[in-house]
């Protein structure tokens, strides 16, 4: 189990950029994939980005590659997403996740999630 905590969230004008962070628990972060997930307002929640136990591999959906990267420190036991060109649609609770699967996770790999923290993005 992998304890994860969001931060960075908040209120931005489209074009502008955010920064999150995510803290996890424990000396075995090394271990999991990291992923950032977000949920809007009356939709499901969908995938953003991920990437591999060593940050060699990154994943992204179509809507956000090329605006965001996800990397991490595993020394610092942290994941980061740098979200720049923000847009309305970016609007959501984001979640910050961890898989057991290290390499090539799919969704249902996630088993550990973060509380959220919310970003608006205004127009």
Do not use: H
Not at 47 to 68: L, P
Request: net charge positive.
């Amino acid at each position: 189990q992998v304890w994860l905590v969001e931060s960075g969230g908040g209120l931005v004008q489209a074009g502008g950029s955010l920064r999150l962070s995510c803290a996890a628990s424990g000396r075995t972060f090394s271990m999991y994939a990291m992923g950032w997930f977000r949920q809007a307002l009356g939709k499901e929640r969908e995938f953003v980005a991920a990437t591999s136990w060593s940050g060699g591999r990154s994943y992204y959906t179509d809507s956000v590659a090329g605006r965001f990267t996800i990397s991490r420190d595993n020394a610092k036991n942290s994941v980061y997403l740098q979200m720049n060109s923000l847009k309305p649609e970016d609007t959501a609770v984001y979640y910050c996740a961890a898989s057991r699967q290290r390499v090539d996770p799919t969704k249902d790999d996630f088993t550990s999630w973060g509380q959220g923290t919310q970003v608006t993005v205004s127009s």
